[in-house]
């Protein structure tokens, strides 16, 4: 019996992610009963913060004397703890927390992030996806709250898809994608910078998000005896359906919309099978043109997206201050599977 291709993507990601998810459970087991201790301590120095940093100072030194093989309570971390315990004082919401991140993800959202309801979605995400700390501060470094919770999307997921694969299907995109690992030249064609993106495969699915695996790029497919090229194919295991990815190094016009819906309509009628749920459409372009893409996309069958994408040396000033060095790319990508294999 042939194996189906979409079928075992769906199956080796699901075993995948309950094997994730069993690891993360007993680790964050672990972690909540120390979790809650610091959130306690942590109401306690607060409540005597008007004795200074000498009480603070003092109370590191006892807790050594005391328990000296004991970590976690320097000075450093006993600030944290009082940050933390004034950060959410609810006892719910850190209830919560410790069901999804780790002490040390809770100090990167204290240090890096402002808005309460960001901290609660950054750490939201960091369950679903199980990003190392090193991934969690770039996720936050590169603004995916801004790019992928409050951005305005150019779709029509929830007119052609049901429920609840049209909301993982917004939550899935972002605007604008961030393909700093592409070195921005004048003149660049879209096949060089497609061909960029599969070289970089691994950071191209850690960009894309959960659950991407690469079918392949110039993907042929047949109709009527003629031959047609997608830019990109992918399948999400997440979604369970094929993602169609075709890229522009130009600003949005209506016909690619047309071509983008053709292309799916030949997967859905020709590789989907009875278990992928359907085929989706996602339309990169260098400027998405908002009303233009929701005019295009009203009428069209299928469900796409279009979002923008920047290149390196084309990223805004507030991007380009923030972006790993070659060492942080090397360790961001180690431990990641390999090319071609589901994230």
Not at 21 to 34: D, K
Not at 310 to 327: F, G, H, T, W
Request: aromatic share 12%; net charge negative.
């Amino acid at each position: 019996m042939l194996i189906n291709s979409s079928e075992y993507l769906i199956i080796i990601g699901d075993i995948k992610a309950q094997i994730k998810t069993a690891q993360r459970r007993v680790a964050l087991e672990a972690n909540s009963e120390l979790f809650m201790l610091y959130w306690n301590i942590g109401r306690v120095i607060n409540e005597y913060s008007q004795w200074g940093n000498k009480f603070v100072e003092n109370l590191a030194r006892d807790i050594k004397l005391d328990f000296p093989k004991a970590r976690g309570y320097s000075v450093r971390n006993l600030k944290y703890m009082a940050k933390f315990a004034k950060t959410f004082p609810e006892l719910e919401i850190v209830q919560s927390l410790t069901a999804q991140i780790t002490w040390t993800h809770s100090n990167v959202l204290l240090d890096k992030v402002k808005d309460y309801s960001a901290m609660l979605w950054y750490a939201k995400r960091a369950a679903e996806t199980g990003w190392t700390v090193d991934t969690f501060k770039e996720q936050i470094d590169y603004k995916l709250y801004e790019r992928q919770a409050l951005v305005q999307k150019a779709t029509n997921f929830q007119e052609r898809l049901e429920l609840p694969q049209s909301e993982l299907a917004e939550q899935t995109m972002k605007d604008p994608y961030m393909f700093d690992f592409v070195p921005y030249r004048e003149g660049m064609i879209e096949r060089e910078i497609e061909n960029e993106l599969v070289k970089n495969i691994t950071k191209l699915i850690l960009e894309l998000g959960t659950g991407f695996a690469f079918m392949g790029n110039q993907f042929p497919i047949e109709v009527e005896g003629e031959d047609f090229y997608m830019d990109m194919l992918f399948y999400n295991v997440k979604l369970h359906c094929y993602v169609v990815i075709e890229l522009k190094n130009k600003d949005f016009k209506p016909e690619y919309a047309g071509k983008l819906n053709f292309y799916i309509s030949a997967v859905d009628d020709l590789m989907k099978s009875e278990i992928d749920n359907p085929t989706i459409g996602l339309l990169l372009c260098r400027n998405k043109r908002g009303m233009i893409a929701e005019y295009a996309l009203r009428d069209i069958e299928k469900p796409i997206g279009v979002s923008e994408y920047r290149l390196l040396k084309d990223l805004p000033e507030e991007y380009e201050n923030i972006l790993p060095s070659a060492e942080d790319i090397e360790k961001r990508i180690s431990s990641l599977p390999d090319e071609g294999e589901e994230k």
